[in-house]
């Protein structure tokens, strides 16, 4: 069963702009973001479709982002596509909520990247 749905849209220039004040970057992505963005010919397409699914889980679990905290959970990219991961405090409060999983699609075309997660709840 669902249990929450989200999606944000992030403009890859203004990302551009805000990864140029190096303290965004520290603030907002955990270092596996980091080093996947900063190895892309564009990395600011990365780092928005990354912040973009930050912004989507706050609104998928209704938190918001200060109750998910940026920081908080990051994207992996696999093989199999992205994947959302989550710190242990707000993987707590996911299944305190009965979050069991998190499905995520990253798209991006010209100045836009998109995220879409749903949450699905714990069997």
Do not use: N, Q
């Not at 303290?23 to 955990?30: E, K, M, Q, S, T």
């Not at 912040?51 to 920081?71: D, P, S, W």
């Not at 707000?90 to 305190?96: A, M, Q, V």
Request: aromatic share 8%; net charge negative; with cysteine.
């Amino acid at each position: 069963m669902i249990a929450g749905v989200g999606t944000d849209l992030c403009l890859i220039s203004r990302m551009r702009r805000a990864i140029g004040s190096g303290g965004f970057v520290r603030r907002v992505f955990v270092r596996e973001e980091i080093d996947y963005a900063d190895s892309r010919a564009e990395p600011e397409r990365h780092y928005a479709s990354a912040f973009a699914a930050k912004e989507a889980l706050a609104k998928a679990t209704g938190l918001g982002v200060f109750g998910v905290g940026l920081a908080m959970s990051w994207v992996r990219r696999t093989e199999e596509g992205p994947v959302m991961l989550f710190e242990d405090a707000l993987r707590e409060k996911l299944d305190g909520m009965g979050i069991g999983s998190c499905w995520l699609s990253l798209a991006h075309d010209g100045d836009y990247a998109l995220a879409f997660v749903v949450l699905e709840r714990a069997s």
